[in-house]
């Protein structure tokens, strides 16, 4: 794991995971983009809405991965370092801002 003295160096998540989140939100642009096409079609609403759920759950995998990351690297190296309980909070409070968009 890359040593993490300077903020503006450290890696906030695996090089593996990034490309993976990278992959995933690029996906999730062409749904959108779909989705807008449909619009313009007059598509029936139905399967625009389907659609739209499946974004949804897409954005909602992304937030999963991109927390269990964050847990794995920021968190875990800060609570290493004896950085107190500031990095649990924030942990805490990303977490919470995550739920109540579900």
Request: net charge neutral; charged share 30%.
């Amino acid at each position: 794991m890359p040593q993490r003295t300077d903020r503006a160096q450290q890696v906030y998540i695996e090089p593996v995971l990034e490309r993976d989140l990278q992959d995933r939100l690029s996906r999730i642009e062409g749904h959108v983009r779909g989705i807008k096409k449909m619009l313009e079609e007059h598509r029936d609403c139905d399967e625009i809405l389907t659609q739209v759920a499946g974004v949804k759950a897409a954005v909602s995998q992304v937030a999963i991965l991109l927390l269990e990351g964050h847990l794995e690297t920021c968190v875990a190296d800060a609570l290493r370092a004896g950085a107190g309980e500031g990095p649990v909070a924030r942990f805490r409070d990303s977490l919470s801002r995550v739920l109540k968009q579900s």
